[in-house]
């Protein structure tokens, strides 16, 4: 994928997240904060690497670190595995990697 595209991907990706989520943290609800645009699952699990709204959670950088721990430590912090984020925002493993496929990534 050319640089340009990704950067597109990323920007578009972020937007949609952010959008959906109020522009809110949505395991913390800080809206006053910085707020990152968190893969559920890893870029590397997914066709095109995830930039799908699916499969994506606003979180602040507190609540970003936490969820990022299973990735460092292999242990989810408590309330912030894949699957309890993805119910958060009424998604799932399944329902991101077909909107990955939809999107012919
Ligand atoms: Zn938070």
Redesign the pocket.
Known sequence: MGKLRKQALRAAFREAVFTRDGHC??????SD?ELDAHHISDRTTMPGGGYVKENGIS??K???RLAEQLWETGVAAPGLTPEQLYALIGSSFARALRACQERGA
């Open positions: 943290c949505r395991v913390c609800s800080a904060t979180l602040c507190p609540c970003h």
